[in-house]
């Protein structure tokens, strides 16, 4: 079947702009995770949802940094206020549910900011 | 410290070699390992996952868990070129299962 998609692969935004990248997750998949991957790092966990519900945004890194996922599938990560530091791809992963850990990742949003 | 620890590479072999990948990690409940490719530019593909102490062999592929040295590695058999690439070591951690990941190790396969 499809694997996790996300729109847009590019993003280039100006200093202070908003942003909003889309995930669509693998169909039935009750898990979701936002990550952010800083170049040449390992991707770092910014937020969960289980179904539409945000159970850990523990790793967003400031309150220009909000998810959602209203219906329990497609999920947006929205970062409002763009900075320079916020340059990063960000990669949304789904996992069949809470108990089976294995998580597919999508292609990623790669997001510059100038 | 950096929570989960990958020596950074890059790490070279020669075709037909095999490969050895190393990670450590600190927190001593974490109870699921996984080993992630990523070629430069794409997302990263799960390789194995690993549970139990000892070894987990798939194909190529032998994952080796050692949790009271809190130690995992992964052996790739008979290397070939399009084995080259980053490897990411991943620790399930915290109340969502969220992985932590370490910085990856680049390998590059020598023809």
């Known amino acids: 079947g499809a694997g996790v998609s996300q729109s847009p692969r590019y993003k280039v935004a100006k200093r202070g702009q908003d942003v909003a990248l889309r995930c669509d997750p693998i169909?039935?998949?009750?898990?979701l995770f936002w990550y952010q991957q800083a170049l040449g790092q390992g991707p770092e966990f910014l937020t969960y949802?289980?179904?539409?519900?945000?159970?850990?945004k523990s790793g967003l890194p400031s309150d220009r940094f909000f998810a959602e996922r209203p219906e329990g599938s497609v999920s947006t990560l929205k970062i409002q206020r763009t900075q320079q530091e916020d340059s990063a791809v960000y990669l949304c992963?789904?996992?069949?549910?809470?108990?089976?850990?294995?998580?597919?990742f999508g292609p990623g949003t790669r997001l510059l900011v100038l | 410290q950096k929570e989960v620890e990958q020596n950074s590479g890059p790490l070279s072999v020669p075709e037909g070699a095999i490969a050895s990948l190393n990670c450590t990690y600190s927190d001593r409940g974490s109870q699921s390992f996984f080993w992630y490719r990523q070629y430069s530019g794409k997302s990263p593909e799960l390789i194995m996952f690993?549970?139990?102490?000892g070894d987990k062999e798939d194909g190529r592929f032998t994952a080796q868990l050692n949790k009271a040295s809190q130690y995992v590695s992964l052996l790739i058999r008979d290397s070939q070129p399009s084995d080259s690439a980053t490897y990411l070591c991943?620790?399930?951690?915290?109340?969502?299962?969220?992985?932590?990941f370490g910085s990856g190790t680049q390998l590059t396969v020598l023809p």
């Open positions: 992963a789904s996992s069949r549910d809470r108990g089976v850990e294995t998580q597919y």
């Open positions: 991943a620790v399930s951690s915290g109340s969502a299962r969220q992985l932590t």
């Open positions: 169909s039935g998949h009750v898990s």
């Open positions: 949802f289980q179904n539409e519900a945000q159970l850990d």
């Open positions: 690993i549970y139990s102490n």
